[in-house]
């Protein structure tokens, strides 16, 4: 049982790693272009709608960041002796904490901003944040797979060349007194 708990804890982040960043593709590559193709009488409609899914859609990201750094927390020692790991699974965590970062200055910066006095300079902000954290979530799942991948891989096996004499250990002689 305790070789599956670091799996289901990996299955776990992937999860989160994948809700929060299909959900920024949802919010910003399929509902943002309707603030920009919206008739004049429905862009407030529209901008209402917008700035309420991103809302909404803020505490998924979240929780999505916090489930991301727990697990993070919990399985923190698993990299420690190969210092090449250890180094790539901090940039990892620090790409994380960026793309956290800048989800919640949207959650509790600019949103609330945008929900009272809605405007074009908000939406340039709130999309270039969010294609920030886009990378840094790209970045964290590409590290998260290459940490992943060299748990897997197997250890080299260098083959005797044929017709060599495998190696015998030598023993010790005993010395006589």
Known sequence: MKRHIPVILDTLAIV?????LGGLAVCWLVLAPSLYS????????????????????SA??????????????????????????????GFRMVAMFIALFFAEYCRYGL?????KAPGPSIYSVLEALAVLQAIALVAY???????????????????????????VPRRAKKQSR
């Open 16 to 20: 989160a790693l994948a809700v929060w």
């Open 38 to 57: 919206a008739p004049t009488e429905a862009a407030h409609a529209v901008q209402t709608v917008f700035a309420e899914t991103l809302r909404r859609f």
């Open 60 to 89: 998924i990201t979240e929780t999505c960041g916090i489930v991301l750094a727990a697990l993070q927390w919990v399985l923190r020692r698993r990299y420690q002796r190969v210092q090449s790991l250890f180094v790539t699974d």
């Open 111 to 115: 949103i609330p901003a945008l929900i």
């Open 141 to 167: 799942g590409a590290l998260t797979i290459h940490l992943l991948s060299s748990r897997l891989s197997p250890v080299a096996v260098v083959a005797a060349p044929a017709g060599s004499v495998p190696a």
